[in-house]
């Protein structure tokens, strides 16, 4: 594929994403902006898990953070504007990472999988037992959400969904962007060699826990611009979003999806989305649904569903060219 | 001079000395190499010097510094590259990216998030012209695990020395090869340490003989002799500890 037909494809995909909200209505807008939400969370879990090679039982708790961040400076603050709102969550979700990090970079792969499982659980536990700063059961809700613009000159209500799908969407695909650019960086290589062979890149002069530790905080700052969204998007947030079983979502998409490309979790989230509209028309047993294909895939596909397209493609080439 | 010095080094494994007050000097700019019989200490020496253990007593010198207690990206950065006994490579990247990892530790290029690494012109030129050196040209795109077992072995010393370190530690850079591919090894290894320090275990009489300058032998841990190759070919201590079980 050429650089021309590249950007034709991109500027094709831009005008499926403007036109989106006009064409299927409010309802699959929404749908589209809870499959984004999503995607967000997945990618930046993978860039722990498939580009790093580090399992995390607890991102909820990021996606948390950033969630309750945005919905209680929303809720306390007045005229607080929106962009500093996900701004908060952003930042609150990097300062949990930067507390957990000194710790967790030094861990084993299997070590730190399960210490993020504890640290999940405690921040649930602190969301419900916390009742007068998160609401406990009930959450947080109804807090005020801020018009996107400049005072005077122009405001957008943000509680229309199709004002709220494009500010969604821009915000989410500019966090997407950045994080694919950093996989194609330097620190991309590194990141993926840490994955291969942690004791080579050692070896080679670059600081293990150091480069980890970055890693971690960009994986959970993102985490937190998917929870800033979500808590805008629902404008209730509730212990819910912290449970473990919210933890193993993206993990399940990305498995799905395909562990270790980019693009694979966004399709892994895009596979789930669908599947749960179309499930729940029929029955209400989603999870039993979801829970199957996560099997027949793990036995089949190991390397999800940009794995099996890879395998298909060298099968295709090597028939090809005998 | 000695680039290279560990002052009464012993290392304990819970009871057992691997190392016992072991005095190892390398010269600036020779080739050394240490022998010794299965369980002397060989690859526990590599390790204390390149900062994977600490001794449990001594001291470790580097260009007149004390890194006794210096960890291995630390060693790396003062200029020491390694290969290990066993193929230490990046397996699912390619031969280009393995080499390139180096290339980037080499310029240090560490905490780059603000650039495309494609883009990056010199290092891709430079990362193509260590591939060419060593015969790898070919399988630049193939993934390190589809490279055949001496290739992937080359390939690993030649990431050890594409950090541009001024002493190379090679840990039995020819273990598992074929007769050919010890061969091939051995030029690699005699054409791209050409000038720098290089410390080398090996188990190949023929290699060591034919590539070192002088040879340090361990056993039980002890320095057993240290010397040029003839001197240690004749001494008798040497052959009826080691070089006498292997009789032509």
Request: proline letters at 4%; one cysteine or more; hydrophobic letters at 50%.
């Amino acid at each position: 594929m050429n650089k021309k037909t590249k950007w034709i494809l991109w500027g094709v995909f831009l005008i499926f994403l403007i036109v989106y909200p006009l064409v299927f209505g409010i309802y699959y807008t929404n749908v589209f902006v809870t499959f984004t939400i999503a995607a967000l969370f997945s990618v930046s879990v993978n860039m722990l898990l498939g580009f790093t090679g580090f399992l995390s039982f607890g991102h909820a708790m990021f996606f948390g953070a950033g969630a309750y961040g945005t919905a209680i400076a929303l809720a306390h603050i007045k005229g607080l504007p929106l962009l500093i709102s996900v701004f908060i969550g952003f930042m609150s979700a990097v300062l949990l990472a930067l507390i957990l990090a000194p710790l967790v970079v030094r861990l084993s792969v299997t070590a730190f999988a399960m210490i993020h499982m504890a640290f999940g659980m405690l921040m649930y536990t602190l969301a419900l037992k916390l009742r007068n700063i998160t609401g406990g059961e009930d959450g947080i809700g109804g807090f005020p959400i801020p018009s996107f613009g400049v005072p005077g000159i122009f405001s957008i209500d943000m509680t229309d969904p199709t004002n709220f799908y494009y500010f969604a969407m821009a915000i989410i695909g500019f966090t997407l962007w950045i994080l694919w650019f950093i996989t194609k960086t330097p620190f991309g290589c590194l990141m993926v060699g840490i994955r291969d062979n942690a004791k080579r890149i050692d070896y080679l002069g670059f600081k293990l826990p150091q480069t980890k530790g970055v890693v971690y905080l960009i994986a959970g700052g993102c985490c937190g611009i998917a929870g800033s969204i979500f808590a805008l998007f629902q404008n209730l947030i509730s212990a819910y979003e912290l449970h473990i079983m919210h933890s193993f979502t993206p993990i399940m998409m990305i498995m799905v999806g395909g562990v270790g490309s980019y693009f694979g979790p966004i399709l892994g989230a895009g596979i789930f989305t669908m599947l749960g509209e179309l499930t729940t028309r029929y029955t209400e047993r989603v999870e039993l649904v979801i829970g199957l294909i996560l099997i027949a895939v793990i036995m089949y596909f190991p390397l999800g569903c940009i794995g099996f397209y890879h395998y298909l493609k060298t099968k295709y080439l090597k028939r090809k060219a005998a | 001079m000695n680039i290279l010095e560990t002052k009464e080094v012993s290392h304990d494994f819970r009871g057992l000395w691997a190392l016992r007050n072991v005095n190892l000097q390398i010269e600036k700019g020779e080739r050394h190499a240490i022998i010794g019989p299965n369980g002397a200490g060989k690859t526990t020496l590599f390790n204390v010097i390149t900062g994977t253990y600490v001794p449990s007593r001594g001291k470790v010198f580097f260009k007149g510094k004390d890194v006794t207690k210096a960890k291995p990206h630390d060693m790396v950065r003062l200029g020491m590259g390694r290969s290990f006994q066993i193929t230490s490579t990046f397996p699912r990247l390619t031969a280009f990216e393995n080499i390139r990892m180096a290339v980037l530790s080499k310029r240090g290029i560490r905490f780059n998030l603000f650039q495309k690494v494609d883009k990056m012109k010199s290092i891709t030129e430079e990362t193509d012209a260590i591939l060419k050196r060593i015969n790898l040209d070919g399988e630049r795109d193939l993934p390190a695990s589809a490279l055949s077992y001496g290739k992937n072995r080359s390939l690993e010393i030649s990431m050890a020395l594409s950090t541009d370190p001024e002493i190379v530690m090679l840990d039995e850079p020819t273990a598992g090869m074929s007769r050919d591919e010890t061969h091939t090894a051995v030029e690699l290894v005699r054409r791209l340490t050409e000038g720098k320090t290089t410390v080398i275990i090996e188990h190949d009489m023929d290699v060591v003989f034919s590539l070192a300058d002088r040879i340090t032998v361990l056993h039980h841990g002890e320095i057993l002799a240290v010397g040029a190759p003839k001197e240690i070919g004749e001494n008798q201590a040497v052959k009826d500890a080691y070089l006498g079980e292997m009789e032509v």
